[in-house]
Nanobody, 123 residues
């Protein structure tokens, strides 16, 4: 059973920093693109993405403040969030595109989402 699990959310004052982590578990053969999303309809939810080669993109509103990184050996991505603003407060979700092996040895390609981790920013 493949799953992704986020951690690292919490409460931080405006201007502070948090680091979110997202780790994938299961009988994983390969992880392709991974990303962070939040429930911000004006941005369609996307915050940052990173591929298996480490090529990263972040949305304009967090450029210079947020950094996405990846440790392929640990099957983990991170979102370093600096200079937090009240508008960054939201639930952050991790997404991973994963190729895994099922119990019958067949391959499965799927997009997996974590349960979300809440970031609260106090002004």
């Amino acid at each position: 059973q493949v799953k992704v699990v986020e951690s690292g959310g919490g409460v931080m004052h405006s201007g502070g920093s948090l680091r979110l982590s997202c780790q994938a578990f299961g009988n994983i053969l390969r992880i392709d693109d991974m990303g962070w999303y939040r429930r911000a309809p004006s941005e369609r939810g996307l915050v940052a993405t990173i591929d298996s080669g480490g090529n990263a993109n972040v949305i304009d509103s967090v450029k210079g403040r947020f950094t996405i990184s990846r440790d392929n050996d640990k099957k983990t991505i991170y979102l370093q969030m600096n200079n937090l603003k009240p508008e960054d407060a939201d639930v952050y979700y991790c997404r991973a595109d994963i190729v895994s092996k099922k119990v019958d040895d067949n391959l499965e390609v799927g997009r997996y989402w974590g349960q979300g981790t809440r970031v609260t920013v106090s002004s």
